[in-house]
């Protein structure tokens, strides 16, 4: 009985094992036009939870134990083409060879992306405030939330999760480019290369990448492959209102050829007299060439080279008495000379980069992917130097009606004055040119009263990666990476111009004791021309060692990974003038000390299947940053010092998300948690409270440590196709972005001497003791765009390839960004330290109430048409920004000039407003952005 027992059970197992033999889904996905392989495909079984992706070459394959049989759909999806479903019977140990699979482009997706990323120029060409307005610029993918933030949040300074974008990182072929002064990307050095930007991955948050550790706000990898391109050209030509008039686009890439070389070329210029605001010139030109060789089946290697200088001019922050005045498109740093418009204030960038990268195909499934590039060029930014005179500029306070009726009882002559400045104001309100020149030939010797000084900084930067992707078994991965990064960076101001002078006197306007005013005490009373630097003139050298290990186990109901990271950084720096101010003892000329931080971080994860359409995910991290080299130094411009209490920054963070999603219905939703500490702040700005009492007048740098921020909130994104050609999308992010801390603050200044160490600061025969002030910040909002946002929006798109899209989005919950220094015992405390005699508590919290900025709608309009005719592509894409016209804010600062009790309460109180008012960031009204192309 036993043996009959032990037959039956072996044949039981055999009809099991046969009933449960391997199935195999297999083939080749082609472009439908050119016939090259489409990589990135995403293939699934409908109703089954194994999702794959076609390689380089276009191939895929499903391959289970438990494939369902019978008749099944096989759905392969990609954001540039159209959706396909395919129908195939599944049987027990057979193999279906799909090969080829043809996929028709979807010409009005690949438009739109071309279109929209071309919209935000602006924001990618500015440096500080609106440069964190892009966070989301280039995260559209499949996900519906982040394709509202790329497509109609970014414009309005909304940062995902409250997160500016020096939280992700960007890399182009495995290449950070995240600057190591600021941790942030400029854009800006690959700016006008729409059409080669498309073969872009984005890891969201956390979630794992291929090509390095990654950043709290995620990852955006861009391919710049020669290889990878279609074969075909583009040429196209664009019309807008926004940050230019004008772009002209040509480019053409072979794709794979029989000799084995691939090649990519693009040439594109944007141009304008203006953007919306006025006074913004832009004149932009972008060259780009791939050039990639196959060595042989597993070696390539690709070279690029990036050039794309581009100049343009800047606007600023308004108040609120200037905005009712000239509008909110008012820029005061542009005048008229010989008949054409001039700024003060222009930005120029020209950093050229060279890549070189190396692939190599170990085995399938695992490569290795080394890189090295080089990058070097200047950045420069020009401004009025007045030389402690009166500030030319229309917008300067004294000019302003307020400024005549700032006593509590004007005068019939001070409404008289006021008048006068108001109708001057409105009438001109521009830069004087010619003023300027006048002013300059009546002064003795010819020596210059104003200049145009461009502060400059030339970087030569060697970057170089290795990393490694590849499969230890079946469920198993394994990734790693080690970048190097090595920068030398000059830094100076240059006369730009000396607007009809003979030389300008290299001195501190302001000062007043000779020996300190010299900006360098070995070559004083220098009188400088054009083109030579003067006032600092600094290097720093700077070295940054990253490395990351990573394992995921892809499970059939569970993916899991692990991830951990290093980063290490050196700073130091090089004064090459002897400031007068910090000659005795020496702390600006030579090197400074060194500056060495190394940093440890790890993140994990995971997704549960719970089938084929739910799912859920959970990430959580422990990150540790190293401070950027622009919070390490006091003022580097003037001297060596080195901010005390410079600590590693740290991050920690979770989410959990759950995912839905059919073939018509896609919804993600997520709560997260972000908790900073450890942040370093710098500002730079005038003040009366210099010495923490009133009417201490003095430029200072304010330096903020242990600054931390708790941000918690949802993300929901939602699309439903209701017919095949029609859909409704939403998404909406509910967050709350507070401060958790209570920092330490000290000012640092030319008039003055902080130690911040003993307390005591030391200047013109004026000492007080108690130099760090602690910063009550505590559940005050961290400002930078709207917490809350929501959209609602409908799109159809025609079978005969013209599409129509409306999305109406509001934004709430902005707040101004704070001063510092107004929470600090500076606000309270007499020249004594004792607390004004008329000091009352309810008062004192109805001037430190942060502001609010209102609520608003912004309803934009998309859409676009393509025809095929034979070979070639026409087609046009045009959209509309704030339809509606809405005025609204999308940010704004408190000034820091007067931040005491008795100060503020005077501001308060003037009857026609205040000097110092809150400075506010305008949205645009209705703009438009029209693109007509033609590909082949």
């Known amino acids: 009985m036993r043996c009959s027992g032990l037959i039956v059970l072996f044949f039981m197992l055999m009809s099991v094992f046969g009933y449960t033999q391997t199935s195999v889904v297999k083939g080749r996905i082609l472009d439908s036009y050119s016939g090259t392989a489409v990589p990135a495909v995403q293939v699934q079984i409908l109703g089954h939870l194994q999702q794959v992706q076609s390689d380089s070459n276009g191939y895929f394959i499903i391959s289970e134990i438990d494939l369902p049989v019978g008749e099944q759909i096989i759905q392969l999806s990609h954001d540039d083409y159209l959706t396909k479903k395919l129908r195939v019977t599944i049987n027990n140990g057979k193999t279906i060879d799909l090969n080829p699979v043809l996929l028709e482009a979807d010409l009005s997706v690949g438009e739109q992306q071309t279109g929209i990323i071309s919209l935000t120029d602006y924001e990618l060409d500015e440096e500080e405030e609106s440069s964190q307005n892009i966070s989301g610029l280039l995260q559209a993918s499949r996900d519906v939330f982040l394709n509202a933030v790329a497509y109609d949040f970014s414009a309005t300074f909304f940062k995902p999760r409250g997160l500016d974008n020096s939280h992700s990182k960007l890399l182009i ?382 499970l059939r109901r569970v993916d899991l990974y692990v991830t951990g990271g290093l980063s290490q950084v050196n700073y130091q720096r090089t004064g090459l003038f002897q400031n007068g101010y910090f000659a005795q003892p020496n702390r600006s000329l030579g090197d400074s000390e060194t500056i060495n931080f190394t940093a440890f971080s790890a993140k994990f994860g995971g997704l549960y299947k719970f089938n084929g359409r739910h799912f859920f995910e959970l990430n959580a991290a422990m990150l540790a940053h190293p401070p950027t080299l622009r919070n390490s130094f006091v003022n580097p411009r003037q001297n060596n010092d080195i901010v005390d209490g410079l600590a590693i920054e740290n991050t920690r963070l979770a989410d959990a998300s759950y995912l839905f999603r059919t073939p018509n219905v896609k919804a993600r939703v997520s709560a997260f948690y972000n908790e900073l500490s450890n942040r370093t702040e710098i500002g730079f700005y005038f003040t009366q409270n210099a010495l923490g009492s009133e009417d201490n007048n003095a430029f200072v740098q304010e330096i903020v440590t242990g600054i931390g921020n708790r941000n918690v909130g949802l993300e929901i994104g939602a699309e439903v196709k209701i017919f095949p050609t029609f859909k409704i999308k939403t998404a909406a992010s509910l967050g709350q972005y507070i401060y958790s801390s209570n920092p330490v603050l000290y000012l640092s200044g030319d008039d003055f001497d902080s130690d911040p160490l003993d307390g005591v600061v030391e200047g013109n025969d004026i000492e007080i003791v108690g130099s760090k002030r602690t910063v009550i910040l505590e559940n005050y909002h961290v400002a930078g765009g709207p917490e809350r946002a929501a959209q609602i929006g409908l799109e159809y798109r025609n079978p005969n390839f013209w599409w129509a899209g409306i999305t109406t989005n509001y934004f709430s919950n902005s707040y101004v960004d704070i001063s510092y220094l107004r929470r600090t015992p500076d606000f309270y405390t007499d020249s004594d330290g004792l607390p004004f005699s008329n000091y009352d508590i309810n008062t004192a919290q109805a001037l430190l109430k942060q502001e609010e900025l209102d609520d608003y709608f912004l309803v934009n309009v998309v859409g676009g048409k393509s025809w095929r005719i034979g070979g070639y592509y026409i087609g046009f894409f045009a959209s509309i920004n704030n339809l509606l016209d809405s005025r609204y804010r999308t940010g704004g600062f408190e000034d820091s000039r007067r931040v005491s009790y008795q100060q503020q309460l005077e501001e308060k109180n003037r009857r026609y407003g205040p000097l110092f008012g809150n400075k506010y960031f305008f949205g645009n009204g209705t703009t438009y952005y029209v693109n007509i192309y033609l590909r082949f």
């Not at 979630?207 to 955006?220: I, K, R, V």
């Not at 919306?276 to 060789?293: M, Q």
């Not at 690709?302 to 200037?322: D, M």
């Open 173 to 554: 072929n495995g290449i950070v480019m995240n600057k190591l002064v600021s941790g942030r990307p400029l854009w800006s050095n690959w700016g006008g290369l729409n059409d080669l930007q498309r073969n872009i991955a984005y890891d969201r948050g956390t979630t794992p990448g291929d090509q390095d550790f990654g950043g709290a706000n995620g990852s955006t990898h861009i391919l710049m492959r020669a290889s990878q391109y279609k074969r075909g050209g583009r040429i196209s030509y664009a019309l807008a209102n926004r940050s230019y008039e004008g772009r002209v686009m040509v480019s053409y890439s072979s794709g794979h050829t029989r000799s084995k070389w691939s090649y990519s070329v693009l040439i594109s210029r944007r141009f304008g007299e203006r953007g919306y605001v006025e006074g913004t010139p832009y004149d932009a030109n972008s060259v780009f060439i791939a050039v990639e060789r196959a060595l042989n089946e597993t070696h390539s290697l690709n070279l690029v080279g990036i050039y794309t200088p581009v100049q343009r001019g800047r606007s600023t922050a308004l108040t609120e008495e200037v905005e009712a005045l000239k509008g909110n498109s008012y820029n005061p740093h542009w005048g008229i000379q010989d008949g054409k418009i001039r700024s003060s204030r222009i930005r120029y960038i020209e950093e050229p980069i060279l890549m070189l990268n190396h692939y190599w195909k170990i085995s399938e499934g695992n490569k290795i992917n080394n890189n090295i590039a080089y990058q070097s060029g200047k950045i420069g930014n020009s401004r009025l130097d007045y030389g402690g005179r009166r500030n030319p500029l229309a917008n300067y306070y004294q000019r302003l009606p307020s400024y005549f009726l700032r006593n509590p009882n004007p005068t019939p002559l001070d409404f008289q004055l006021a008048y006068e400045a108001e109708q001057e104001f409105i009438n001109n309100g521009q830069l004087d040119w010619n003023s300027l020149y006048e002013a300059n030939t009546k002064t003795a010797g010819g020596l210059s009263a104003y200049i145009i000084q461009e502060d400059v900084t030339r970087d030569t930067q060697l970057s170089m990666s290795s990393i490694y992707n590849g499969s230890l078994s079946e469920t198993v991965r394994l990734d790693g990476g080690l970048s190097y990064r090595i920068l030398k960076s000059e830094n100076y101001a240059e006369v730009n111009d000396l607007l009809g002078g003979q030389g300008y006197l290299d001195i501190d306007h302001f000062g007043e004791d000779t020996n300190f005013i010299q900006s360098d005490i070995q070559n004083p009373d220098r009188i400088v021309i054009a083109g030579e630097r003067y006032k600092y003139n600094y290097e720093i050298k700077a070295s940054n060692l990253t490395a990351f290990i990573q394992t995921r186990i892809n």
